[in-house]
C-alpha cells in the first residue's frame, strides 16, 4: 500500500533515475500481458432506487462518443 501521494512520487523518481535510459524496461522472463483495444466501454452505477447510472463510451474513428442508456 502507498501511504501519500508524495511516496509515490518519490518512488516514480527513484525508478525513473535507475531505469530511465533502458528501452524496453527490463522484465523477469516469465512476465506477460495483454493489449486491450476497447471499442465500447460502458460504466455503471447502481443506485438504491434502481435508476442507475449508465454511461457508454464507443469509439468512433479516433473518438470517443458518449452517451447515456436506459437503466
Known amino acids: 500500500m502507498i501511504g501519500s501521494r508524495e511516496e509515490l512520487e ?13 528501452d524496453p524496461l527490463p522484465r523477469p522472463a516469465n512476465w506477460g500481458g495483454y493489449i486491450l483495444r476497447p471499442h465500447r466501454l460502458e460504466f455503471w452505477q447502481g443506485r ?15 473518438a470517443w462518443r458518449r452517451s447515456r442508456l436506459a437503466p
Open 10 to 22: 518519490a518512488r516514480e523518481t527513484a525508478l525513473a533515475s535507475e531505469f530511465g535510459s533502458q
Open 48 to 62: 438504491p432506487s434502481r435508476l442507475h447510472d449508465r454511461i457508454v463510451y464507443e469509439l468512433e474513428g479516433s
